[in-house]
């Protein structure tokens, strides 16, 4: 094993905007590393396939951190909301991530998703004729990319059209990096979060209903008010922001390899696999949340001892040359590979129909209606960010022109 010399997360722009030849440096070196985190705690490092997989799957990296490493305060930290917000299923070991899971997963079975695809065309449909009338120039981070998840996920909970914009808004606040502690902005924005939360449970206490909330909140003592919020909280984030970054990060590299996009307007069956591969190839998690040994463990020929945090770079393993052929390579036409860019094992992303559904959704309009979409401002001015530590990376922005500058918009003469 090697220590990795600088520390994980603490990158320039440059590392931060492409990540993938410093995740493919270090993998080179060793599957399994030693490091420092941006926060100034040890960890180990996973970044070959293989080890991965082993890591994402073994009962012997837990999930509960506060339990694995005795609660202790300065190496745990929920953020914010805090420790009421933070009892859900990615934060638990069985027997409860069982339970809870098998709650949640009520709503997420194939056929309840199927049906929901005429209502995510509809939204996405109206999200663009909105984006059509600002252009020809738009952001489409604001525009598009992140409100059409938030709007899937709030419909699936219950979440009152009219109340999603401020809510919408408050998880954005939230959502924003930061280190230190947490500026106003965001506890204000966590406070708005919480009271809703709190109150979309005690409306569907009172009036019962079929979404996702109301099968929750009829679980009863089978779930503490503490884990129906938690997992209220971490659907909600892990349901759009995700999505956001994989709209954003797809058109990019769709952008930058027009001999993909072209293939993708002209043969458009293929977006299910196009969606695969730019989940392979630009993860919008590239890391996944942190895991704790309960004991030693040896991950890549590394033995990892009891007590340590480990983290799992999916990007790093998704450009794994042992397992995808030529990975630096974006090919939407490429055979089928085995991406962990939905996790694995136990906790493998139960939204993972939804996302695909919507990716699907998405990238069809999209290319439908703007099939000359471009970027409207030069590549290199592209910033990705962190925007949860280093679980998530997506755009804040990405300006495109909707239509070449000599052509009319849509509908105009």
């Known amino acids: 094993m090697l220590e990795v010399e600088t520390t994980w997360g603490g990158w320039g722009e440059d590392i931060q905007n492409d990540p993938y030849p410093h995740f493919a440096e270090i993998r080179g070196r060793c599957p399994v590393h030693a490091v420092r985190l941006g926060d100034g705690h040890d960890a180990y490092l996973v970044v070959g396939h293989d080890a991965a997989r082993q890591a994402l799957r073994d009962?012997?990296?837990?999930?509960?951190?506060?339990?694995?490493?005795?609660?202790?305060?300065?190496?745990?930290?929920?953020?914010?909301?805090?420790?009421?917000?933070?009892?859900?299923?990615?934060?638990?070991?069985?027997?409860?991530?069982?339970?809870?899971?098998?709650?949640?997963?009520?709503?997420?079975?194939?056929?309840?998703?199927?049906?929901?695809?005429?209502?995510?065309?509809?939204?996405?449909?109206?999200?663009?004729?909105?984006?059509?009338?600002?252009?020809?120039?738009?952001?489409?981070?604001?525009?598009?990319?992140?409100?059409?998840?938030?709007?899937?996920?709030?419909?699936?909970?219950?979440?009152?059209?009219?109340?999603?914009?401020?809510?919408?808004?408050?998880?954005?606040?939230?959502?924003?990096?930061?280190?230190?502690?947490?500026?106003?902005?965001?506890?204000?924005?966590?406070?708005?979060?919480?009271?809703?939360?709190?109150?979309?449970?005690?409306?569907?206490?009172?009036?019962?209903?079929?979404?996702?909330?109301?099968?929750?909140?009829?679980?009863?003592?089978d779930l503490t008010r503490q884990e129906l919020l938690s997992s209220l909280f971490q659907l909600i984030v892990a349901g759009h922001d995700t999505t956001t970054s994989l709209i954003g990060n797809g058109m990019v590299a769709l952008i930058d390899h027009p001999e993909q996009l072209r293939l993708l307007r002209a043969e458009p069956q293929r977006i299910p696999e196009a969606v695969e591969e730019i989940i392979r190839f630009d993860a919008p998690v590239p890391h996944a949340t942190f895991r704790v040994t309960t004991e030693a463990v040896e991950l890549g020929g590394v033995e990892v001892p009891a007590g340590q945090q480990v983290l799992v770079c999916i990007g790093g393993a998704n450009h794994d040359p042992a397992v995808h052929a030529d990975p630096e390579r974006f090919d939407i036409a490429r055979t089928p590979e085995p991406h962990l860019g939905f996790g694995h094992g136990i906790h493998f992303c139960l939204g993972a129909p939804l996302a695909r559904l919507e990716g699907r959704i998405a990238f069809g309009a999209l290319l439908r209606r703007f099939p000359d979409i471009s970027l409207a401002v030069p590549r290199d001015e592209l910033q990705w960010s962190h925007g949860d530590g280093l679980v998530l990376r997506g755009l804040a922005e990405l300006p495109v022109r909707l239509i070449p500058d000599n052509q009319p918009a849509p509908g105009h003469p």
């Open 59 to 221: 009962p012997r990296l837990s999930k509960d951190m506060l339990a694995a490493m005795g609660a202790d305060p300065d190496v745990v930290d929920e953020g914010l909301p805090g420790p009421a917000f933070a009892r859900h299923m990615l934060a638990v070991d069985p027997p409860d991530h069982t339970r809870l899971r098998g709650m949640v997963a009520k709503a997420f079975v194939p056929s309840r998703i199927a049906a929901l695809a005429p209502r995510l065309e509809h939204i996405a449909e109206d999200l663009l004729d909105d984006l059509e009338r600002s252009g020809p120039v738009v952001d489409l981070v604001s525009g598009f990319a992140l409100p059409f998840p938030f709007r899937v996920i709030g419909e699936l909970l219950g979440v009152p059209v009219a109340d999603q914009p401020a809510l919408h808004d408050a998880f954005r606040r939230l959502l924003q990096p930061w280190s230190g502690s947490p500026p106003p902005d965001a506890v204000a924005a966590s406070n708005v979060v919480v009271g809703y939360l709190e109150h979309l449970v005690d409306e569907h206490q009172r009036v019962p209903s079929d979404d996702l909330v109301g099968v929750l909140v009829q679980a009863g003592d």
